[in-house]
């Protein structure tokens, strides 16, 4: 358990507008991650980080943009939220290991 | 392009018996092969990994079993418990150290039945 904390845990929101999902984490972990879960395409990285203000796309980053500013927090924004990005979204954090350890998600519904 | 497949969306299996979860990849490139499991409404949870210089780790009820020549890999589940009920994820690192990206697969719904 790596101590993450997603907020907040659902949001309904309406086409168009900004949305800032936060990955909180307490272990200190230098490297976070965020996915996205949809039906028939399991998970997929939206973006990633590897340190304080190190940032980088992952295979589905259009649409979305991430900050770091503190090794604890790792933020997602969707500037102008669509209804194609109604999903869960979840944060995962890793030190040196290859295994990501993952919150528990936020599930993101664009009306 | 689909680099990590679970060909099968779900699988039921009576308890006390083996459960089988296949994953299949394209990229010779992966060094590295986790499975996680899922409940609902809950995050993956890590469950056991696999190095691509091993052909088989086992932990507990659970064993990981890799086949290079054939791209393939494999979760045996001995025996099955009703609390196994879940989807299982495999994944897939070829990038190992820095950024460590991993390549999930679509999931499949395993049911144990009591």
């Known amino acids: 358990d790596a101590g993450i904390t997603q907020s907040p845990r659902h949001k309904v929101t309406e086409t168009g507008t900004p949305v800032t999902l936060r990955c909180h984490q307490t272990?200190?972990?230098?490297?976070m991650y965020w996915y996205r879960q949809d039906p028939g395409h399991g998970l997929r990285l939206i973006h990633y980080s590897y340190g304080v203000k190190d940032t980088d796309k992952g295979e589905v980053s259009d649409g979305y943009s991430v900050s770091r500013s503190k090794t604890e927090d790792f933020l997602l924004t969707l500037e102008s939220a669509t209804s194609s990005q109604t999903s869960v979204y979840f944060c995962a954090a890793r030190d040196r290991i290859y295994e990501q350890y993952f919150g528990p998600g936020t599930r993101l519904t664009v009306t | 392009d689909q680099q990590v497949k679970q060909n099968s969306p779900s699988l039921s299996v009576q308890e006390g018996r083996i459960s089988i979860l296949n994953c299949d990849y394209t990229?010779?490139?992966?060094?590295?092969f986790l499975w996680y499991k899922k409940y609902p409404a809950e995050g993956p949870t890590f469950l056991i990994s696999i190095s691509s210089i091993k052909d088989k780790n086992e932990d507990g009820r659970f064993t990981v079993f890799l086949n290079k020549s054939a791209k393939h890999l494999s979760l045996h589940i001995v025996p099955s418990q009703p609390g196994d009920s879940a989807v299982y994820f495999c994944?897939?690192?070829?990038?190992?150290?820095?950024?460590?990206?991993?390549?999930f697969g679509t999931g499949t719904l395993l049911a144990v039945q009591p």
């Open positions: 994944a897939a690192s070829a990038e190992g150290g820095a950024t460590n990206k991993l390549i």
């Open positions: 990229n010779s490139m992966f060094d590295y």
């Open positions: 272990e200190n972990h230098r490297y």
